[in-house]
């Protein structure tokens, strides 16, 4: 077991209904894409596979897929959706966990690495992709820039979200890279607000590209999004490429 927060039967229950904008096409299409053409004819494994946003349409897509999932209930949520001998998972931490087979494609969506929170693990997350990586295969990365370029001197909260549905912000500890994400989501009609918080270990792309190089792996491209546009000082966030060499 990891350092990764568990989630929990409710918040798995919750989390295809509060995540409904990134499973739209206009947000899954280019992701599918993407991940589609860099897997080829080969097998994908995606760590932190969670109730299958990404893995199921990818495999509906023709790619076949297998899945690391620390929560078995978001498992159990995936598998409303597809059979295990369509979409194998394999409950387990996406840092040490090992299933058979080598993959064309690794990947990890949607600032996922950023549940192991510490330097370490995530580290170790990168040695598993390329444990798991056939030579020539790579280890696709989303994740956000850590947004400290909106912290004047004083500040330690950063909103990201204010609407009347939901109230969002990240609060920072900057000496251990730990960003604490809270949420205030309206709960049903009666005016009440549902209050969660999740731990964060947030890490800048060359940090990422160093703990590439440890693991034998070497940057192929880094863009601003699925749909390849150019990454700059101003980007949100990014979509890294690392490949094994042949």
């Not at 349409?57 to 076949?64: I, S």
């Not at 912290?151 to 909103?159: E, N, S, W």
Request: proline content about 6%; glycine content about 8%; aromatic content about 8%.
């Amino acid at each position: 077991m990891t350092s990764s927060e568990l989630w929990t039967h409710e918040t798995a229950e919750r989390y295809d209904a509060e995540e409904s904008e990134m499973s739209s096409a206009a947000v899954l299409g280019p992701t599918l894409a993407f991940l589609a053409e860099l897997a080829g004819d080969g097998r994908a494994l995606e760590f932190a596979i969670g109730t299958g946003r990404v893995g199921v349409p990818l495999r509906e897509h023709g790619v076949p897929v297998v899945g690391i999932e620390l929560s078995e209930h978001m498992v159990a949520v995936l598998r409303r959706k597809t059979d295990e001998d369509v979409l194998p998972v394999v409950v387990g931490d996406m840092a040490t966990t090992v299933v058979p087979g080598t993959f064309g494609l690794v990947y990890l969506v949607y600032n996922t690495i950023t549940n192991l929170l510490t330097q370490d693990e995530q580290v170790e997350c990168f040695r598993n992709a390329a444990r798991h990586l056939a030579p020539g295969g790579r280890f696709v990365i989303e994740l956000g820039v850590p947004p400290l370029r909106f912290l004047p001197p004083g500040q330690a909260a950063v909103p990201f979200d204010v609407s009347d549905a939901h109230l969002g912000f990240d609060t920072f500890d900057l000496v251990e890279q730990i960003l604490v994400s809270h949420h205030f989501t309206r709960d049903g009609h009666d005016g009440h607000y549902r209050r969660d918080n999740s731990r964060h270990r947030y890490a800048w792309p060359a940090e990422l590209d160093l703990m590439a190089r440890i693991a034998g792996l070497e940057l192929e491209r880094r863009v601003a999004d699925w749909d390849g546009s150019p990454f700059t000082q101003d980007s949100a966030k990014h979509i890294s490429v690392w490949r094994k060499p042949a």
